[in-house]
């Protein structure tokens, strides 16, 4: 017998007689503690996220690639990682062609192995947009894409993320419903809740463990 | 860093009460653990502020854990179709051995040399890091706790802070002996530091490890949490990822999940989410420019079969490994997680271990416990620890030929002389006559009781009858009132 018979064998012998328990989840435990007024849901967010680093900045749709390009001279970045083939990508690509003296952009148009060490050494920050995001425990809703991988939001030490202020839902669970997660998840579904941090050295926090130093993001309010 | 420097971790000494003997005496281990337990122990009542809400969500907790066992193998079985659907390739291990076996076979598959670990308890459980080294392979912990302990050929003493036993100055030398860094206890830059030699790893490895905190039978789907990115680094930048993971990790629906993910953050370190949730479906699908080519998932029984197949000692199984039983525990905070010698540390892992390695090898673990209840009161889950504690203290003196076999090494602590005394015991409690026999005597042949009574006069003065017993007592003082 396989190890996989063996233990389902030993999981059913013992299940013998029993029947399985109703599924009794009570929805109501999960929601109605987090639930916003439409007006609070940008300071509810701001709020857990900034207690734990995040940088956070209104703007308008038609006015973040200025503010992208205001923040990354402030912190004199010298490029930038778009997904080329994304509208935010493409919004974006415009105004820098239009400025003309801003650090170059670099896109994400071809597999990791084509360029790894680059993507790992030399890219100081990367700009993705999101899902939306979660007022309830201050999360941001990031599904990579094959135009908008995994390793954006991870590898370069700057993260900016756009997030239209409508796409901020109350919880985690009414995410999950209303766009029917369970019936089909991505390769790579994220909650992204601020830069990376560890406090396994004496309790003490500390930013930008392996993941980003500086999370960024960018609340678009008319969208 | 050669990757022989890394392999051997301390092997643990002597039995489990000398090493609580010499821990007990460590002040610099006992104010380590203090200070974190003290803080940790705030911060997750500072985020249950709302005791109804909490308790709620605790029964709810419970319910949803308790209903995936309920249908453990149907829920098992419909994750393996499901992940299979999804392209992830799922191993059953009934031993560590096993499991060891199936991880090396894949790493041998890929000629890897060079593994990145994401934190994962089922892979201390399989002491993978060694069975790799032995075979030459290195095995680089990336969590920072675990890369700390690691470094100092350590095990975790904690099964969510991996290095609580030392501060910051401890660290600062380790980094300064074994990575020839300038000595910082600046934890800013002992972090950078970390954060700049495994980069490098990340970058080199041919496989990521990781374990998994939910496995959701309902869409196929691993869920990690963690704050740090190492744990998203290994599953997502090296072109093979292996999940390690116990068979009692799977929950029926995505929607379970929610609350569960709630009660671990908040249990576990008092943070409404933790920075990542990392949901992984697939590997990379062929037009993703990312992800591993590779997902694999090896499920792991190590006795938990054995918990499961005892309707009360199932409980143990609902267990999400937030740690806050652990916290919480007045005999972990001053003993440390070294001194239980085993990979799960504190209340749990006097539940879990016995099934994993046999109650005989940990003799001493259902007792090492004042049963007060703090653990079980703070169980995000609602597991009855002392209850369980208790359960297994009966387990360790079962006789010999008793028919019901519940365990691996039941009955290690049977002892037949104690056994007469205790039905000796009942006996004088349960007839009316002895009882009044034995008074009488006790009461006259006081001065007979020796002044050193076994354990009992190390911390305490040998009882001593009373010159007349209470019933004694009563009977004369009614015969008096009846005078009058």
């Known amino acids: 017998m396989s190890a996989k018979q063996n233990i389902l064998a030993k999981l059913r012998k013992s299940l013998t007689g029993t029947t399985p328990l109703a599924d009794n989840f009570d929805e109501a435990l999960v929601t109605e503690p987090w639930r916003y007024a439409p007006e609070q849901r940008i300071a509810q967010l701001r709020k857990l996220m900034e207690a734990v680093h995040t940088e956070i900045h209104l703007t308008t749709a038609a006015d973040w690639p200025q503010r992208v390009a205001q923040l990354m001279r402030e912190r004199q970045l010298p490029s930038l990682l778009i997904a080329p083939a994304t509208a935010h990508g493409q919004q974006l690509t415009a105004y820098w062609q239009q400025c003309g003296d801003l650090p170059p952009l ?8 084509d360029w790894k060490a680059e993507l790992f050494n030399d890219t100081p920050a990367s700009l993705t947009g999101t899902l939306g995001a979660i007022a309830a425990t201050g999360s941001l809703i990031v599904w990579p894409t094959p135009q908008e991988p995994r390793l954006m939001s991870l590898v370069p030490p700057v993260h900016f993320a756009l997030l239209n202020a409508s796409e901020i839902h109350d919880n985690f669970y009414e995410v999950q419903q209303k766009f029917s997660w369970a019936a089909g998840m991505p390769t790579n579904a994220l909650l992204i809740s601020g830069p990376s941090k560890t406090a396994d050295i004496e309790q003490v926090l500390a930013y930008g463990a392996h993941g980003p130093k500086d999370l960024v993001v960018l609340i678009l309010e008319d969208r | 860093m050669s990757t022989q420097s890394l392999i051997p971790t301390v092997e643990v000494q002597d039995d489990f009460r000398a090493r609580a003997h010499k821990a007990l005496g460590d002040q610099q281990l006992r104010n380590n653990f203090r200070s974190a337990m003290d803080s940790l122990m705030t911060k997750r009542a500072v985020a249950f502020s709302d005791a109804h809400e909490r308790e709620h969500l605790r ?42 076996g199936i991880v090396l076979s894949i790493i041998r598959a890929h000629e890897a040399r060079q593994v990145i670990k994401g934190k994962s308890m089922v892979s201390e459980e399989m002491e993978m890091n060694h069975v790799l080294a032995e075979q030459g392979i290195e095995c680089l912990e990336s969590d920072m706790g675990e890369f700390i302990v ?16 030392k501060n910051a100055g401890q660290v600062a030398s380790l980094f300064h002996d074994k990575l020839g860094v300038e000595y910082t206890k600046d934890v800013d830059q002992l972090i950078q530091i970390g954060r700049r030699v495994l980069r490098e790893k990340f970058f080199e490895a041919d496989v990521g490890v990781s374990g998994v905190n939910f496995a959701v039978a309902e869409t196929g789907t691993l869920l990690l949490v963690e704050n740090e990115g190492n744990g998203r680094m290994s599953t997502t930048v090296p072109p ?39 949901m992984i479906s697939g590997p990379r699908k062929a037009e993703e420019l990312d992800g591993p080519q590779e997902v694999h998932l090896v499920l792991l029984d190590n006795g938990r079969s054995q918990a499961f197949a005892d309707s009360e000692l199932r409980q143990t199984l609902n267990c999400i490994r937030c740690g806050a039983c652990m916290n919480h525990c007045p005999v972990y905070t001053r003993i440390g997680g070294h ?32 049963l007060c209840g703090a653990c079980g009161e703070v169980c995000p889950v609602k597991i009855p620890i002392p209850a369980l504690l208790r359960r297994l203290r009966e387990e360790n003196v079962k006789a010999p030929d008793s028919p019901h076999q519940v365990m691996r090494g039941q009955g290690s602590k049977y002892s037949r002389k104690e056994r007469m005394i205790w039905n000796v015991w009942t006996r004088l409690n349960t007839s009316p006559r002895l009882y009044r026999l034995f008074g009488f005597f006790a009461t006259r042949l006081r001065q007979l009781v020796p002044s050193n009574v076994g354990p009992w006069t190390q911390n305490h003065s040998a009882p001593k009858p009373a010159a007349r017993s209470l019933h004694e007592l009563a009977r004369e003082h009614l015969a008096k009132q009846d005078k009058h």
């Open chain 2, 59 to 100: 029964a709810l907790g419970n319910a949803i854990r308790a209903r995936a066992l309920s249908k453990l193998p149907d829920l098992l079985e419909q994750l393996e179709q499901n992940l299979t659907r999804n392209g992830v390739k799922v191993h059953w291990a009934e031993t560590v051995d096993e499991a060891n």
């Open chain 2, 150 to 165: 690691q470094l100092d050929h350590e095990k975790p003493s904690h099964i969510i802070m991996p290095a609580i036993h």
């Open chain 2, 339 to 370: 001194t239980y010698g085993e990979v799960y540390p504190g209340p749990i892992g006097k539940i879990i271990t016995p099934h994993m390695v046999g109650l005989a090898k940990v003799p001493d673990h259902p007792s090492a416990s004042s």
């Open chain 2, 240 to 278: 093979v990822h292996i999940a390690v993971t116990g068979i009692e990790k799977v929950v029926e629906n995505l929607r379970d999940v929610v609350p569960l993910l709630s009660l671990l953050t908040r249990s576990a370190l008092g943070q409404p989410i933790t920075t990542y949730v990392n």
């Open chain 1, 106 to 113: 670099k896109a994400y148009d071809r597999p990791v192995e």
